[in-house]
């Protein structure tokens, strides 16, 4: 029961030791796997001083980085683990037991709760995949590669796109889903997140997934469905009537209502999943970071034609 834990690393010189011991402290068969993605810091050094095996990746990349170290593992489970997360103890043990009990299952995670407890991250934290704090397991159509175990026998030839930039261990997931595997959250399985967790930080991170998401629907069409046609119509119904707004008025009511279902969509979810400050601020977060997803997705669509 080997597990190989990969953890691409790519500048990473202020949180890559305290992953590196996570990982390391694991009570599990393992092989720790740190590919440099060719860093300009110390990231190198640090790790070297390490007992983990050092792989170095000269083509930048999150995808470029993941196929390296895979190219590189010899287990029969695959733990991706980023260079800014830390595992707490036992992690590993627990993801072992929740994937062994689910023969169709390819792969376990859990969320990445920030380091940081300032309020943009508590409400981001408080509803990641879509999933409220009273659900404690269920599948999903994706996790993130921040703290995932695999099977290796699900993963086979597979490799990450390295066309990509963001959304790619989601379109990963979609090809193994379409091999008839299954993926599963945890909530015993997360991890302490070392994330960026400003407001401009988290509206273009969801931009940047919101260009490739396109993309990956348009590759795998079976997995297209109402959702996609809502977001690709959004923003270029939003824009056309507030334009033609300018020309008949009373179109302005378009654009508003579309903004005011947003926003009272999230307060309903804010009411469900928090409290305190997060429950003031949870519908305007959460409806900026929505509107810089579905900006990113119609800018998608318009390079791909």
Known sequence: MLISFIIP?????KTIAKCLESVLAQDVKKEVIAVDNNSTDSTAKIIKKYNVKYVFEKKEGEPCA????????????????????????????KALDVIASEKHVAGVG???????????????GSRIYGIDKSVDRKYVDSLATMNLLLRRESIGNERYDESMVLG?????????????WKMLFDRRLSVKHYHPTSMRGVMRKWYTYGKNYPYMCTKHREFIGKGFFAKALYMPLLILSAAGSLLFQPL??????QILALFLFYSYIGIKVSKGRVLLTFPFIQTLKQ??????VMTGLRRMF
């Open 9 to 13: 690393a790519y500048n990473s010189e």
């Open 168 to 180: 790619v261990d989601t379109e990963f997931n979609m090809r193994l889903r379409k091999k008839g």
């Open 110 to 124: 859990g969320l990445g709760l920030s380091a940081d407890k300032g309020v943009i991250s508590e409400v981001i």
């Open 66 to 93: 993941r196929n390296a170290g895979l190219n590189s593992a010899k287990g029969n489970y695959i733990a991706f683990v980023d260079s800014d997360v830390v595992l707490p103890a036992n992690w590993a043990k």
């Open 291 to 296: 509107l810089a997803h579905l900006w990113g």
């Open 252 to 257: 302005i009511v378009v654009p508003t209502l």
